[in-house]
Each structure stands twice: as C-alpha cells, then as structure tokens.
C-alpha cells in the first residue's frame, strides 16, 4: 500500500514538474536577487568569464576573479570595478588542486565566504589523439572535470553550514553528445556534466534546499576558442556560433531563475533527446549529413599551425 501511495505521489509530483517547465517557457520567471552577495568565477581573464563578471556585477554581487593570466584578470577586474563592486583578483593554475585549496584559504580569509561558485574556465588542446602529448590530455580533464571536484570541495562546506548557495557548471552542449577529434574536450564535459548532476542529487537528498545548482550546456561560442570549426555550409545560417554576450545572458537569466540546466540554444536539446532515443547509426547518419563528425577537422588543423607543442587554446 504504501508503495502505491508513494508511486501516486511521484506520479503527481512528475505532472507538476513537466506543467511549471511548461508554463516557464513562456512565462518570464522570478529572478532572485544576488545583490552584496559574493560570487567566485574561474576563467576570469577570458571571453566568458569577464562577461559573466560583468553581469554579476550589474545584479550587485562582489566579485572574486580566478584566472592563470594574470594580466587578462586585472582587465576583467578593472572592468567590474567602474560599475561599483568590490573585486578580488588571484592567480590560480587550476590544474593543480593544492594551488585552488590553497587559494580558496586565502579567499575565505581576505574576503569572505563565496556564496555563488562559477565554474567556468575551460581549455581543449586542439590536437587529434594520437598527435597530443599526453600533458595536454591531462590538463583538459584536470582543469574542465577535476578542478569541479577540488573547487566544489573547497567552497561547499561553508554553503552546507548556512543552506545557501548556488554552483554554476559551465559545461558544453559537448558535455551532452560528442564529435569527433575533440576526445579529451568530450570527455571532460561530460565527466562536468555527470558530477554537476549527481552533486544536485546529492544536495537534494540531504534536503539542501537553500543551496542551488544550474549547469550551462551552450553550442560552440565565437571566443576563438573553437576557431575554423564549421558544419555543413547550408546549415551554418541555422546553427551558427553563439555569440558570447547572449550566451551569458541566456546563462544569467537561468542561474536567477534558479533553473537547473540550460541549454543554449533550446535546439541543443533535440540532438541530446536523439542520442538518448535513436539507434547509434541513426545518430551517425544525421552527424554525417550536417557535417557535425568533420566539423572539428578545419579547427584542428588552425590549432596545428598557429600554435607550437604545448600550447592549449583556453575559453
């Protein structure tokens, strides 16, 4: 009996959650506000992390900037400054977790504790399989998948003891289907996207609710770092790069909205519907006739000639 009761309850609880996604679509959600509150973004010093800076800082939330570049951090930091937050630069090679533990003590004791977590720095190494160094391999997964665990494991504590918080997972669409010769890129997306999932559950389980999660999973964004890759020239007008700026703010509007994943565009969701539902050479047949499992050639070969070993294309 109280199987059943407990199977109506889900069932119930399921039709809601489909009815308010609905609903949602196209009625414009509340969005919180995160004003004086206290958001670390990793991957500062790039394209998208200094838009997101910038956006935080409109929504009134201080700011503590993580990049390795120094240089492209303070120029995001004296950006976000002249629009009247406050804004904390440091260093960090993501790649080594002892650097982001340390980092993350220094943060907690100069600053404060970091209520929004931004995970955003990425680099793909721009190299086929067989051709990349073993170090740049590694380096991907360190700084796109294992720096979440380290990052997570710094700043969560402090979230779990008030129950508030929101961690932000800047993932890719390629966290949700893959391509070809982006192996060490596909991998540690999805290995993003699996640890963002199961840490909301795990929030959730321990009736966490005061802490949120949103993971972002855009389509390939003009930042350069992806550069020369193409689909199918018919198609290019259809699914063209995403520009940077709308991407964040797509992005923003979900982490306000305390949605918990995102998608950007919307279309994104039907090839990771289709790689869940159709036969593998289904899949395969539809890559081939948009171009999507050469795309990434053109960018490979771009990375080839206009870098030498051991340099890592970075967001």
Not at 199 to 216: F, N, P, R, W
Request: with cysteine; aromatic share 8%.
């Amino acid at each position: 009996m109280i199987f059943l009761v407990d199977l109506l309850l889900m069932l119930i609880d399921l039709t809601c959650s489909i009815l308010t996604a609905i609903v949602q679509t196209f009625l414009r959600p509340r969005l919180k506000c995160i004003d004086g509150e206290l958001c670390l973004i990793t991957g500062a010093g790039g394209a998208l992390g200094r838009l997101f800076a910038l956006e935080f800082a409109k929504e009134g939330a201080h700011l503590v900037l993580w990049d390795c570049n120094s240089a492209a951090n303070e120029q995001t930091a004296k950006l976000a400054r002249e629009l009247g937050v406050q804004v904390h630069t440091y260093t960090v090679d993501l790649s080594q977790r002892h650097s982001i533990y340390d980092t993350a003590d220094r943060v907690r004791t100069e600053v404060g504790e970091v209520s929004i977590l931004v995970n955003n720095a990425g680099v793909v190494a721009g190299r086929r399989l067989l051709d990349c160094p073993d170090e740049l391999l590694e380096r991907t997964l360190l700084v796109n998948c294992h720096a979440l665990f380290w990052m997570t494991k710094a700043f969560l504590p402090q979230m779990k003891s008030k129950n508030h918080g929101h961690i932000v997972t800047v993932a890719s669409a390629l966290g949700l289907f893959s391509t070809a010769c982006v192996e060490d890129y596909c991998a540690s997306k999805f290995g993003a996207v699996g640890f963002h999932e199961s840490l909301t559950h795990e929030l959730q389980a321990e009736d966490l609710d005061g802490i949120k999660t949103t993971l972002v999973c855009p389509y390939i964004v003009d930042t350069g770092m992806f550069a020369g890759c193409e689909i199918r020239k018919e198609l290019r007008s259809v699914i063209p790069p995403l520009e940077p700026l709308y991407t964040v703010q797509q992005s923003m509007k979900a982490i306000l909205a305390e949605q918990q994943m995102v998608c950007i565009p919307r279309l994104m969701y039907i090839p990771f519907l289709a790689r869940a539902l159709l036969p593998w050479d289904a899949n395969v047949a539809t890559y081939r006739f948009m171009g999507g499992d050469k795309c990434m050639l053109p960018f490979i070969k771009n990375t080839e000639q206009k870098t030498s070993n051991g340099h890592i294309k970075t967001a």
